[in-house]
């Protein structure tokens, strides 16, 4: 059983350090990547933006790269988001040389951050999914599924 006083913790942590070094890198702006899509989202989260951060693999992190190293996260609209999918060409947290993530891996734990802002910012709740499958890099899970923290 997960110690649910150690979970949230962890999961802004994870969150913040993948964000933090990310922002360092410059991502490769080339198609044909995986996504992380989330469904049935309760509507008081529509108009809010996704974040994530997970291992599948190696340390995956889920944004969008606008005009250079911009990160700005995806829109939630009518109750979904996909969430575009990243990871480094090298091992680690050190994201230099972010690439689409296209793998066929089970990701542990897959957490997403719900933030009032394109930007980040303010955050409005967490969700933790566990044991997610890839399949070329997507995958899709309700938001029944998840664990929230807030």
């Known amino acids: 059983m997960t110690n649910k006083r150690f979970f949230p913790v962890m999961l802004v942590i994870v969150l913040a350090l993948c964000m933090a070094t990310v922002g360092c890198g ?3 702006k080339g198609g044909g990547g995986g ?3 989330i469904t049935d989202i309760p509507s008081q989260y529509n ?7 997970g291992l599948a693999g190696n340390v995956i992190v889920g944004f969008q790269i606008n005009d250079g190293d911009k990160i700005t996260y995806p ?3 009518n109750g979904k988001v996909s969430i575009p999918l990243w ?3 090298e091992s680690g947290l050190e994201t ?8 066929n891996d089970t990701a542990l734990t897959i957490g997403v951050t719900i933030f ?3 930007n980040g910012g ?5 969700i933790a999914f566990f044991s997610v499958k890839f399949s070329k890099g997507n995958a899709t899970s309700s938001w029944k599924e998840g664990i929230i923290r807030n």
Do not use: C, H, P, Q
């Open 47 to 53: 108009g809010k933006y996704a974040g994530l951060s």
């Open 35 to 37: 996504g992380f899509t």
């Open 116 to 118: 009032d802002s394109e």
């Open 122 to 126: 303010n955050l409005a709740v967490g």
């Open 26 to 28: 410059k991502g490769s």
């Open 87 to 89: 990871r480094d060409t």
């Open 96 to 103: 230099k040389n972010l690439v689409r993530y296209s793998g």
């Open 75 to 77: 829109r939630i609209s």
